[in-house]
């Protein structure tokens, strides 16, 4: 079977040979996004990197979003509801990585609020220190405090959210050691935290 030219499509002529035709920019972005949610600003990038007029480019984000396939807000929402759930960084962040990908700042600002309060900064980085405590159990307590601090600030929590984490956290595991201590009867006191 031959090698299909990319960026075409192949339509059965009369005589039972192929025509290839160039894809339209709809047609090109519709594959490209694959059900795959991306921002206007990508999709627009990608169809100019595949050679589209400026003007064309512009006609088929256009009409993505009428056909609803397009939709920053709706983008932004997904995006962060999957970086909170599985890989939680604080919201300075977050911004950076949604304007990056091309989403607009009041849009995205907005998105992150709705996902992300302020308030609710240290509770999300307070369940993912408890996810990521077993890095941290084998080690002395005072140098698995100083590597669960780094690792919050190299997720971009601000100093009061992962204060607060670390304090939650840290208190857990103090009483998980006084109630071990208890049922194995030694009479350890723990360590000041």
Known sequence: MPLRKRGS?????????????????????????GGRRRF???????????????????EAVARLKELGLLDDAETCRAFLRDR??????GRAILLAELLRKGAEGPVAEAALEEALPAEAEADVATDWLRRSLPRWRNLPEGIARRRMWSALARRG??????????VRVAGEQLEDRESLSEENGANVAPEEP
Do not use: M
């Not at 206007?40 to 512009?58: D, I, P, Q, T, W």
């Open 9 to 33: 499509k192949r339509r059965p002529t009369a005589d039972g040979g192929v025509q290839r035709t160039p894809l339209s920019p709809v047609e090109n972005a519709i594959r490209w996004l």
């Open 40 to 58: 206007e600003r990508e999709v627009s990038r990608h169809l100019r990197g595949a050679g589209y007029e400026r003007a064309a480019c512009e």
């Open 84 to 89: 909170v759930r599985f890989a939680p960084k």
């Open 157 to 166: 929590f601000p100093r009061d959210a992962a204060r607060a984490a670390l």
